[in-house]
């Protein structure tokens, strides 16, 4: 019996550009970061090379960054933002999903809120702002009517929609065994609406940090949004960046705790993408 020779497989080493690959978006994080980098580089030079000297640059936001944060003036901005938000959401989502499955369980009040509900929610913000303002003063109660009106009709419209969807199963189960209309409304056409709940709430809270900084630049009220507009005015342009990036830290916290919340307490609910 002849022994064969082993052929041995050459082992294939990667190049240079799936080492560089592999090191700047190997992973997610990797790729964020990597495509984050990129923009900033690109600010820097760009702004260096073309705009005037008071232009916002990354290095110069970055050395301003912990002065911003620890000056009391805009913490107390911040606060006032954030509460107000935080405030006006909350009424919006229960005074919506009122509204909504009302909406979508009663034909009569379908007929009567359907067009202006579709109406008020196409409408720009900004146009309301100087009634809001007659009604409700120049101060805090136009920044939470102006909160509340941004965010109302998501819920209300993602409501709607959600108490039509339920099965026909559950109501006919209901009707079978007699049950309350308090069972019907809340025990089973509020739970069967909740993923449109949640889409819904999660398209309110971008409308009602928009129409908080446009209330605070119209009543030129005290907050993130009124802050960033006079830094910008007095050609603090560095400060008012950081105080764009507050705006945007806010609508990420609130996108990561809605995502906690899914996961810890709804994990029926999927986003999309993952699973079937």
Same mark, same amino acid.
């Given at each position: 019996?002849?022994?064969?020779?082993?052929?041995?497989?050459?082992?294939?080493?990667? @190049?240079?550009?799936?080492?560089? &690959?592999?090191?700047?978006?190997?992973?997610?994080?990797?790729?964020?970061?990597?495509?984050?980098?990129?923009?900033?580089?690109?600010? #820097?030079?760009?702004?260096?090379?073309?705009?005037?000297?008071?232009?916002?640059?990354?290095?110069?936001?970055?050395?301003?960054?912990?002065?911003?944060?620890?000056?009391?003036?805009? #913490? #107390?901005?911040?606060?006032? @933002?954030?509460?107000?938000?935080? #405030? &006006?959401?909350?009424?919006?989502?229960?005074? %919506?999903?009122?509204?909504?499955?009302?909406?979508?369980?009663?034909?009569?009040?379908?007929?009567?809120?359907?067009?202006?509900?579709?109406?008020?929610?196409?409408?720009?913000?900004?146009?309301? +702002?100087? +009634?809001?303002?007659?009604?409700? &003063?120049?101060?805090?109660?136009?920044?939470?009517?102006?909160?509340?009106?941004?965010?109302?009709?998501?819920?209300?419209?993602?409501?709607?929609?959600?108490?039509?969807?339920?099965?026909?199963?559950?109501?006919?189960?209901?009707?079978?065994?007699?049950?309350?209309?308090?069972?019907?409304?809340?025990?089973?056409? +509020?739970?069967?609406?909740?993923?449109?709940?949640?889409? &819904?709430?999660?398209?309110?809270? %971008?409308?009602? +940090?928009? %129409?908080?900084?446009?209330?605070?630049?119209?009543? @030129?009220?005290?907050?993130?949004?009124?802050?960033?507009? @006079?830094?910008?005015?007095?050609?603090?342009?560095?400060?008012?960046?950081?105080?764009?990036?507050?705006?945007?830290?806010? %609508?990420?916290?609130?996108?990561?705790?809605?995502?906690?919340?899914?996961?810890?307490?709804?994990?029926?609910?999927?986003?999309?993408?993952?699973?079937?």
């Amino acid at each position: 019996m002849t022994t064969e020779a082993i052929t041995r497989v050459p082992v294939e080493r990667p @190049s240079l550009g799936e080492l560089v &690959g592999k090191l700047l978006w190997g992973t997610k994080f990797r790729t964020k970061l990597t495509a984050g980098l990129i923009i900033l580089i690109i600010w #820097q030079v760009g702004v260096s090379a073309f705009a005037a000297r008071f232009v916002a640059k990354p290095f110069n936001v970055i050395l301003v960054f912990p002065k911003v944060l620890s000056d009391p003036l805009f #913490q #107390q901005a911040a606060w006032s @933002s954030l509460s107000a938000i935080i #405030q &006006g959401l909350f009424i919006a989502l229960i005074a %919506g999903t009122i509204v909504g499955i009302a909406m979508g369980r009663m034909k009569v009040f379908d007929r009567l809120l359907n067009i202006y509900v579709n109406g008020l929610y196409t409408m720009p913000m900004i146009a309301l +702002l100087p +009634l809001l303002t007659i009604w409700f &003063g120049y101060g805090g109660d136009a920044r939470m009517a102006t909160i509340i009106f941004a965010a109302f009709f998501s819920i209300v419209i993602n409501a709607r929609d959600g108490s039509r969807s339920v099965p026909p199963e559950y109501l006919e189960v209901c009707k079978a065994y007699r049950a309350p209309a308090r069972f019907v409304w809340f025990d089973i056409t +509020l739970f069967s609406s909740l993923p449109y709940l949640i889409a &819904g709430f999660r398209l309110a809270a %971008g409308r009602a +940090l928009v %129409g908080a900084v446009i209330a605070e630049f119209f009543v @030129s009220l005290n907050g993130v949004g009124m802050y960033v507009l @006079s830094n910008a005015r007095s050609f603090k342009h560095n400060e008012a960046v950081v105080g764009v990036i507050a705006l945007v830290a806010f %609508g990420l916290a609130f996108e990561l705790t809605i995502n906690w919340v899914m996961r810890h307490y709804f994990p029926w609910y999927r986003r999309e993408g993952r699973g079937q």
